[in-house]
């Protein structure tokens, strides 16, 4: 049964917990929880038919991986191979909204790396991928008994270094800045009915310059007839707009005029920002498909040195956010953790964050976008250059860019980091086209965001110079960054990683920002393995470096932001503003004072 029911509700005014926040629908079995699991140290679990086992021998709670506490199994030892298993029946079923009229499809937020899966014993799909969301019908599938089984292989080689990987270990135990694994299912798993011609993604763009939204629909086929596809846009229960159209191909693209934004003294009131995150609510119908999301009004573009938000120059104070807990790694321990993530960071005085490494929750982004935080989205890395490497890294690239494009809160792609993956591009003409490609096709699919090529170092054709410095003396800081012309002495030469800063491109006008920067260590327990760019030996020598540092950052009359290593401490990596647990080092007020520049910080 698909959901008709006209009654108010808002996907900008959600709870958090549906997985997918930018195309909400009603009716939705969540199929987290208890499942049995297996680990296939000798992959033997094809050859001997386990797809029809319906349970193995021990429990993990997904979407915990294996590797993490929460899981219940907590085994960072490498398995290369695990297998999961579940049942759902017709309670699930029928939350899901499945009846004769519909189809049911199987939702996976992320596996990593690659699965395969049944129902019933029957192959459903497979995916590759391990940061990236999929889908598969499975209403072909079903037999007539009331309880189905559900079975997932997984396969994650912790030895494979070209698949993107990001922060995850390749050795069996975490050093420096790299961290235990993440394998197997780590986002939600859940059940939802859909017609047979339905909605599969929609992208928003908004334009308060000609004072439209757009939006673009895709759907799982062509319909057999045209069918009617209607949009309509409201602010706090105030329709701003609506279209409708005939759709007779699985893509059809709306253009919703709001006559609000016409005011020029008052469109502005429509805007989305950190200081002011409006989100405007949309209700999508397409035949007999429904469903709800929002799309906040904001434009990003770099200029005259400057970033600019709402065309208005703006300052960004980032954290490096590894997006990791010592209890559940790269999941979540919750779905409301995700929310006090990006309050957490707001309370610190920040207005943006760079997920590192990392494609993050798009809960995480929905709470971005409804908190008002500014996101930098950034691509895990292989650890090598190859043919595979390549196509692996584009296909997660740009699924993501397209999953990701209508959160307004982010508002800069990063496909690269610090060489990782092209290590060699300096010198190396293949890397740096591949580089080069990965800004075109970024802004071949999203034109309407800035794009760092490179994050640290060695970018080509980059819209931000990104500049990592670890440098621990403020006054060396202070001089090195004190005006432009400072800067692109440095430009012209070496950056202070002693590796040059951009290899082409034309950056006169770009504005800069010290993308990395700070890392100071200070460990409450005085681990033995405590990690950091430098070092403080107390709660005030902390305090004191740190603000050190901001100072010299403020000084600068050339940078257009920042991005402060990093929110909290990972595994050994001790260089968090808050412990692992998210409890700040120093009181959080004073944290705030000191990154917003605060006169308090006197």
């Known amino acids: 049964m698909i959901d008709d029911d006209s009654r108010s509700w808002s996907a900008s005014d959600q709870d958090g917990t549906y997985p997918r926040p930018q195309l909400v629908r ?44 929460a899981s219940g199994v907590g085994d960072t030892a490498h398995h290369r191979v695990v297998w999961y298993a579940r049942t759902f029946g017709v309670d699930e079923v029928t939350r899901a909204g499945h009846d004769g009229s519909t189809r049911l499809m199987l939702r996976f937020g992320a596996v990593d790396y690659r699965c395969r899966v049944w129902v019933d014993g029957q192959l459903v799909g497979t995916h590759e991928g391990g940061h990236t969301a999929f889908a598969f019908d499975v209403t072909d599938a079903l037999t007539e008994t009331p309880v189905h089984s559900l079975v997932v292989r997984a396969e994650d080689d912790p030895h494979d270094i070209g698949q993107p990987r990001g922060k995850q270990d390749w050795r069996e135990q975490p050093h420096v800045i790299w961290y235990h694994r993440t394998s197997g299912i780590w986002q939600p798993v859940w059940l939802e009915a859909v017609p047979a011609a339905a909605i599969t993604g929609v992208r928003w763009t908004a334009d308060p310059r000609a004072g439209v939204v757009s ?23 105030r329709v701003l ?49 429904h469903a709800r999301s929002y799309v906040g009004i904001r434009t990003a573009h770099v200029a005259r040195g400057r970033f600019f938000l709402n065309d208005r120059p703006y300052y960004v104070r980032s954290v490096l956010n590894q997006g990791y807990w010592p209890e559940s790694h790269l999941a979540a321990p919750s779905a409301a953790a995700l929310r006090e993530e ?21 809960r995480f982004l929905y709470w971005a976008d409804r908190l008002g935080l500014l996101v930098w989205g950034e691509a895990p890395a292989s650890f090598t250059f190859s043919p595979v490497a390549v196509e692996r890294t584009v296909r997660e690239w740009l699924e993501i860019v397209r999953r990701d494009f209508s959160h307004p809160s982010i508002v800069t792609w990063v496909p690269l980091n610090e060489s990782w993956g092209v290590q060699h591009v300096a010198s190396d003409s293949r890397m740096q086209h591949f580089a080069r490609a990965l800004v075109s096709l970024t802004k071949a699919l999203d034109p309407t965001r800035p794009v760092v090529s490179n994050d640290g170092w060695e970018q080509v054709d980059t819209d931000i110079v990104a500049i990592h410095d670890y440098e ?54 005085a681990a033995a393995d405590a990690w950091g760019y430098s070092s403080a030996t107390s709660a005030a020598d902390f305090e004191a470096r740190l603000e050190g540092l901001m100072r010299a950052v403020h000084s600068s009359r050339a940078l257009a932001g920042f991005c402060y290593t990093q929110l909290s401490d990972t595994l050994q990596e001790t260089n968090g503003l808050v412990g692992a647990d998210r409890t700040p080092k120093i009181p959080a007020e004073r944290i705030r004072a000191i990154i917003s520049g605060s006169p308090l910080a006197d």
């Open 472 to 525: 621990a003396d403020p006054s060396v800081v202070a001089d090195r960054y004190r005006t432009r012309a400072d800067i692109d002495e440095m430009i012209a030469t070496v950056g202070p990683a002693g590796r040059v800063l951009v290899l082409s491109g034309d950056v006169e006008d770009a504005p800069v920002m010290l993308t990395e920067f700070g890392g100071i260590s200070f460990d409450v327990d």
């Open 26 to 69: 009603r009716a939705w079995a969540d199929l987290t929880g208890t499942w049995t699991f297996a680990f296939d140290d000798e992959d033997t679990g094809l050859r001997d038919g386990w797809e029809r086992a319906g349970e193995f021998d021990r429990d993990i709670r997904v979407p915990f991986p294996p590797e993490a506490p």
């Open 342 to 362: 990006a309050a957490l960071i707001k309370r610190l005085g920040f207005n943006a964050t760079r997920v590192h490494q990392k494609f993050e929750d798009p």
């Open 215 to 237: 939006a673009s629909l895709e759907l799982s086929s062509a319909p057999v007839d045209p069918i009617a596809a209607r949009i309509e846009l409201s602010y706090e229960g």
């Open 241 to 289: 707009g609506r279209v409708e159209t005939v759709v007779a191909d699985d893509e059809v693209h709306l253009v919703v005029p709001l006559a609000a934004l016409a005011n020029g003294q008052a469109y502005e009131e429509l805007l989305w920002s950190p200081e002011h995150p409006r989100l405007i609510d949309a209700d999508i119908r397409v035949g007999a498909d």
